[in-house]
């Protein structure tokens, strides 16, 4: 389950005024004609450019989302100015700067002591470098899961050699120590706190790096490392599992993260990766294991003329009730429909598998939306949104969709269409106004919106919301046909 907790940092506003004159204000009179005929021109053109929207797709409110988004992030902390980019050879630089994670980089002879969770920085004379304490995971600002989280002691050391260390491993490429800690388990958060941000820091390095895992779970590997691989040509470390001295020349650690499942370009330090790049690894990670899966997978062909939709079904809270009903309609609408049912011991190739040859996603508000990132580029993802979850839904899934370009619906239940109405009634702030409970804080949420709502569809509310889909899906092929027949 996502854990909900907003970032806001308030920004100044600067207000000016200004006098005017007497002798001004003849002349603001011609200017208020002029203003005036710019005003008309100015609205007269907004109507040709909206018209596309108001009589095409995008008519409906639930598909306001389908238009183009500024590729601008809107980040919840501000680019920060490069720190610890350039370190010395010797010294501990760390980057405190940011709201979400801590970073720090240490250069020189590196190495570990997994008993004392500890590295050390030896050094040939005395410095002033300051020993460091950092917790490497990525939910800095929430302090009730980085209590739960291992932290390291990086230490500067004048070097001693009757008792330093003996290096046991020496790595001649840098090392990045991370955390799978935390709320590692959950799916959003493997990915938004953990895998996405190990690409935004070291994709740069080229695959020339070493991993080394505080907190390692086995699992942990054996789901992503098919992506890992993508990202590193050497094995993972066990930092508290290996008591062997590691020994390295440079080290990061900590990880880089931008926002809610995205890459933002503009701050990357290398390169101009965006969330774009990172689906680029996932396709790669993917590929020789899906290749397999075509030749197991039974003979029996679904019609390749018609769109793929695929519904992401929920167990217990927030499933659809009248789910196959819905699987019904979208096949009377031309759609072939695949229902999954992802679990934790699903293979994470099988979903990609399924995702990434579809043409419309739909899933309800849930921690199962993260597999969105295996969508194709302008593919629809449809998120059906529960009563409370407004914020959530779009903060979480719905923004970082249309960053990676996909056609994003989300689609605002009614209050008939959840099971609280029929539990609470019509009259109750459950229904009338859920952000008033959502104000009282995380359990609350918990108990009511996430763990206590099921959902039934407006069918024909919705029917028009899968038209619409059918209709672009349809159009999105003719579109990446015609170059293909140009090219035969």
């Given at each position: 389950?996502v854990?909900?907790?907003?970032l806001?940092?308030?920004?100044?506003r600067k207000?000016?005024r200004?006098?005017?004159s007497?002798?001004?204000?003849?002349?603001?009179?011609k200017a208020?004609?002029k203003?005036?005929?710019?005003?008309?021109?100015t609205?007269?053109?907004?109507?040709?450019i909206v018209s596309p929207y108001?009589?095409?797709?995008?008519?409906?409110?639930?598909l306001?989302?389908?238009?183009?988004?500024n590729?601008?992030?809107?980040?919840?902390e501000p680019a920060?100015a490069p720190?610890c980019?350039?370190v010395s050879?010797?010294t501990?630089c760390?980057?405190?700067?940011g709201?979400?994670?801590d970073?720090?980089?240490?250069?020189?002879?590196?190495r570990t002591d997994?008993a004392?969770s500890?590295l050390?920085l030896l050094?040939?004379?005395?410095?002033?470098?300051?020993?460091?304490?950092?917790?490497?995971?990525t939910r800095?600002w929430?302090?009730?899961v980085?209590?739960?989280?291992?932290e390291l002691?990086l230490?500067?050391?004048?070097?001693n050699k009757?008792?330093d260390?003996?290096?046991?491993v020496y790595?001649?490429?840098?090392?990045v120590f991370?955390?799978?800690g935390?709320?590692?388990g959950?799916v959003?958060?493997e990915?938004?706190?953990?895998?996405i941000p190990l690409?935004i820091?070291?994709?740069?390095y080229?695959?020339?790096?070493v991993?080394?895992?505080?907190?390692?779970h086995?699992?942990?590997?054996?789901?992503y490392?098919?992506?890992?691989?993508q990202?590193?040509?050497?094995?993972l470390?066990?930092f508290n599992?290996?008591s062997?001295?590691h020994?390295f020349k440079?080290a990061?650690v900590?990880?880089?993260?931008?926002?809610e499942?995205?890459v933002?370009?503009?701050?990357m330090s290398?390169?101009?990766k965006?969330?774009?790049?990172?689906r680029?690894?996932?396709d790669?990670a993917?590929t020789?294991?899906i290749q397999?899966?075509?030749?197991?997978?039974?003979k029996?062909k679904?019609d390749s003329?018609?769109?793929?939709?695929?519904?992401?079904s929920?167990?217990?809270?927030?499933a659809?009730?009248n789910?196959?009903l819905?699987v019904?309609?979208?096949?009377?609408?031309?759609?072939?429909?695949e229902?999954?049912?992802?679990?934790?011991?699903?293979?994470?190739?099988?979903i990609?598998?399924?995702m990434?040859?579809?043409d419309?996603?739909?899933?309800?508000?849930?921690?199962?939306?993260t597999?969105?990132?295996?969508?194709?580029p302008k593919?629809?993802?449809?998120?059906?949104?529960p009563l409370?979850?407004?914020w959530?839904a779009?903060?979480?899934y719905g923004e970082p969709a249309k960053k990676?370009g996909?056609?994003?619906?989300g689609?605002k239940i009614?209050?008939?269409?959840?099971?609280l109405?029929?539990?609470?009634?019509?009259?109750?702030?459950?229904i009338r106004?859920?952000?008033?409970?959502?104000?009282?804080g995380?359990?609350?949420t918990?108990?009511i919106?996430l763990q206590g709502q099921n959902?039934?569809?407006?069918?024909?509310r919705?029917?028009e919301?899968l038209a619409r889909?059918y209709?672009f899906s349809?159009?999105r092929?003719?579109r990446e046909?015609?170059p293909?027949l140009f090219?035969?």
């Amino acid at each position: 389950m996502v854990q909900y907790h907003r970032l806001i940092i308030h920004h100044g506003r600067k207000e000016e005024r200004f006098r005017v004159s007497v002798e001004e204000v003849g002349s603001l009179k011609k200017a208020k004609q002029k203003f005036l005929s710019f005003l008309f021109l100015t609205i007269l053109s907004c109507c040709f450019i909206v018209s596309p929207y108001l009589f095409g797709f995008s008519t409906l409110s639930l598909l306001d989302s389908f238009s183009r988004e500024n590729e601008a992030l809107s980040s919840y902390e501000p680019a920060p100015a490069p720190v610890c980019l350039e370190v010395s050879n010797g010294t501990i630089c760390c980057d405190r700067t940011g709201l979400r994670s801590d970073i720090c980089v240490m250069k020189g002879d590196i190495r570990t002591d997994s008993a004392s969770s500890s590295l050390f920085l030896l050094t040939s004379t005395n410095n002033t470098t300051t020993p460091q304490k950092i917790k490497p995971y990525t939910r800095k600002w929430e302090t009730s899961v980085m209590d739960t989280v291992q932290e390291l002691n990086l230490i500067p050391k004048h070097s001693n050699k009757s008792s330093d260390r003996v290096c046991d491993v020496y790595h001649d490429v840098p090392a990045v120590f991370f955390s799978t800690g935390g709320y590692t388990g959950n799916v959003y958060h493997e990915f938004n706190d953990g895998i996405i941000p190990l690409f935004i820091t070291s994709q740069h390095y080229n695959k020339k790096v070493v991993f080394v895992i505080v907190e390692y779970h086995d699992w942990w590997e054996m789901k992503y490392g098919d992506i890992v691989s993508q990202l590193t040509d050497y094995p993972l470390v066990d930092f508290n599992g290996d008591s062997r001295t590691h020994c390295f020349k440079e080290a990061t650690v900590g990880l880089r993260i931008h926002d809610e499942l995205t890459v933002n370009s503009t701050l990357m330090s290398h390169g101009n990766k965006t969330i774009v790049d990172f689906r680029n690894v996932l396709d790669r990670a993917y590929t020789h294991r899906i290749q397999s899966l075509v030749q197991e997978e039974t003979k029996t062909k679904l019609d390749s003329k018609k769109p793929k939709l695929v519904i992401l079904s929920r167990n217990g809270s927030r499933a659809i009730l009248n789910e196959d009903l819905l699987v019904k309609l979208a096949e009377e609408t031309g759609f072939n429909v695949e229902v999954l049912r992802p679990n934790k011991r699903t293979e994470m190739a099988k979903i990609y598998r399924s995702m990434n040859t579809s043409d419309v996603m739909i899933g309800v508000h849930g921690a199962a939306m993260t597999h969105f990132l295996f969508l194709k580029p302008k593919s629809v993802f449809i998120q059906i949104v529960p009563l409370g979850t407004d914020w959530a839904a779009d903060t979480y899934y719905g923004e970082p969709a249309k960053k990676l370009g996909l056609k994003y619906i989300g689609y605002k239940i009614m209050p008939q269409e959840s099971s609280l109405y029929y539990e609470y009634g019509k009259d109750d702030p459950v229904i009338r106004d859920p952000d008033s409970l959502n104000d009282k804080g995380w359990e609350y949420t918990k108990k009511i919106y996430l763990q206590g709502q099921n959902v039934k569809l407006d069918l024909r509310r919705f029917r028009e919301t899968l038209a619409r889909s059918y209709d672009f899906s349809i159009r999105r092929r003719v579109r990446e046909e015609v170059p293909r027949l140009f090219v035969s």
